[in-house]
Nanobody, 127 residues
Framework: QVQLVESGGGLVQAGGSLRLSCAAS????????MGWFRQAPGKEREFVAA????????YYADSVKGRFTGSRDNAKNTVYLQMNSLKPEDTAAYYC????????????????????WGQGTQVTVSS
């Protein structure tokens, strides 16, 4: 069982930055590939970033590539999403998720492959 709690959301002007954090419970955190998703009002939840067990491998949606960076600190059971050059279209609730995987270098991008989800943190980007 893994419990995830996101933090770091807020209101920011376009062009600004935010760093989201996701704290995980449990001693097996390093066994999970992690992901970030977002959901805007009236839209489906969409993939943002995937981070492998060690954090050495990452993968991003085209819409955030070059602006967002995912990372993790396994000693702190925490995964991060650094968001730079924010745009109004980045406005959404952001969720972290955990997927148990067999080995490192595995990146999980499909929503249904994730078992555990946080409650979300709201990011609002004003123009």
């Amino acid at each position: 069982q893994v419990q995830l709690v996101e933090s770091g959301g807020g209101l920011v002007q376009a062009g600004g930055s935010l760093r989201l954090s996701c704290a995980a419970s449990g001693r097996t955190f390093r066994s999970y590939a992690m992901g970030w998703f977002r959901q805007a009002p009236g839209k489906e939840r969409e993939f943002v970033a995937a981070i492998s067990q060690s954090g050495d491998d990452t993968y991003y949606a085209d819409s955030v590539k070059g602006r967002f960076t995912g990372s993790r600190d396994n000693a702190k059971n925490t995964v991060y999403l650094q968001m730079n050059s924010l745009k109004p279209e980045d406005t959404a609730a952001y969720y972290c998720a955990a997927a148990f995987v067999a080995g490192d270098h595995t990146l999980v991008t499909r929503r249904y492959e994730y078992t555990y989800w946080g409650q979300g943190t709201q990011v609002t980007v004003s123009s």
